[in-house]
């Protein structure tokens, strides 16, 4: 199985990245800011076409990753490929013995670049998790027999601070029982409502992974919580950040990530850090947060 | 029923480009309804098309526009007007257009954009709710069509993309399945939305569908 599986059974705080394909093949700044996570963390995740906007494939640079001896997670969404092209692409990513899958819905096209273009969303994020579980017991969705069963560790994401949050726990239940064996958060900047989070899915019996999203200024902070689903930033954040000057936001960012990460290492089984082009400084991050 | 608007005049004068004479239907429907196609809209398309030189030929409000009968029973009354147009202008849906055409074999131009199956919240404004996918799951989503009222059409629940109850495709509209998970949770039947619904066929929702009734 993939380190990421071993090191969540372990019951050790485990921490992921993630790196987002360029628009382009101008892949040495992405593969740059990974080599930034080399050691630090135990898996990288991969975006698939993120916010709708079209990019290089996340399956080429997985497996790109995997070569430089990186372990990926491969992130899938069903906004693009319908279930045969999904699972066609899970079979290629079991081939390059990529086998962690985060399984999303995926935002709408009209929310990116390319908004003449067909939303698919043959399968969900639940149908999805189903769809990977299936392969791997040697069966396609159709029922047909496979000439060899890949093997995946897969998982699904979660938004914590969601309002009303149930509709996303019944649905979290949902992904465990299709087969989802992790969970990483949307971002999180409220300790106390993720504390109550996992007492709420602690019965779920699954390891997840709070989402860390770099703050890198007070307008990001407020342009998130104006535009981005499912996160919220306390004021206190926003006005922590505005009272330093601005050549002091990344030592800021890296403070309050840190403490961030110290306040909820209890409650949680480990972070995803999306640094969003600051992966320089997670190693600092962790190292401030003591994992 | 279709909601449609007219196309632009300046769409239906190039469709029309190189003719002299048209005919013009309407249709008592949904056209009617949607203030496309009923005699106030004939009249004044007619009145336009005078104005731009064209000479037509008649005009009529076909009961439902939709029915191959009704179709040619009012073609051969109108036989004459019809003959004497070069082609016949439609202000009714496009499966209206597609019926007179078909049985009338006459040149038939298209003046409105059929926008959805729709439901009329009052005269101007309408909504779509049903999207004829042929495997009605209102039962479970207590009445609420997901397939049709989330952008995304998903099965399994909402996405993470909610904000004040509001979907992040467009934040007028309520997100679907914060309104089912209301709707069951007030009547205790969250159980529906519990289990996992398997990916959907799209078998029945494929183009060109046709329905016969069976033989008794």
Known sequence: ?291 | MIIQKQKSFEEILKSLEGEKKVFIFGCADCATACKTGGQPELDEMKKKLEEKGFEVTGTYVLDTACLVGEVRQRGREHQQQIDAADSILMLACGTATQTVFDTLNKLTHPGCESLFIGSVQRLGKYVEKCSACGECILEETGGICPVTRCPKGLMNGPCGGYRNGKCEVNSDQDCAWLLIYDRLKARGKLANIEKIRPAKSNRTAGKARSFVWERK
Request: hydrophobic letters at 45%; glycine letters at 8%; aromatic letters at 4%.
């Open chain 1, 1 to 291: 199985m993939s380190n990421f599986s071993d090191a969540l059974k372990s019951g050790k705080f485990v921490v992921t990245g993630e790196i987002g394909p360029p628009k382009g093949i101008n892949v040495g700044p992405m593969f740059e800011e990974a080599e930034h996570l080399r050691g630090k963390v135990v898996a990288i995740n991969v975006t698939d076409i993120q916010s709708s906007v079209m990019r290089l494939s996340s399956l080429a640079v997985c497996i790109r990753l995997k070569q430089m001896g990186l372990e990926p997670i491969l992130q899938m969404v069903c906004r693009d490929r319908n279930r045969l092209a999904l699972q066609s692409d899970l079979l290629g990513a079991a081939m390059w013995g990529i086998e962690n899958v985060l399984c999303l819905t995926g935002d709408h096209v009209s929310l990116g670049d390319h908004k003449d273009a067909k939303n698919v969303f043959d399968l969900d994020s639940v149908t999805l998790l189903q769809a990977a579980s299936t392969l791997m017991s040697g069966k396609d969705m159709a029922g047909n027999a496979l000439d060899g069963a890949p093997s995946f560790f897969p998982g699904a994401v979660v938004s914590p601070a969601s309002d009303p949050v149930e509709p996303q726990i019944i649905k979290m239940r949902s992904k465990v029982e299709a087969g989802a064996k992790f969970f990483q958060t949307q971002a999180v900047y409220d300790p106390k409502q993720m504390d109550e989070f996992m007492k709420k899915v602690a019965s779920l019996n699954v390891p997840v992974l709070a989402g860390i999203v770099l703050l890198k200024s007070p307008k990001m902070a407020a342009f998130m919580n104006e535009n981005v689903a499912g996160v919220h930033v306390p004021q206190e954040l926003i006005d922590e950040m505005a009272a330093v000057e601005k050549k002091e936001y990344k030592k800021k960012a890296v403070e309050i990530a840190a403490r961030l990460i110290k306040q909820m290492k209890d409650c949680c089984n480990g972070v995803h850090i999306m640094p969003l082009g600051w992966d320089a400084l997670v190693p600092s991050v962790l190292e401030k947060a003591g994992v």
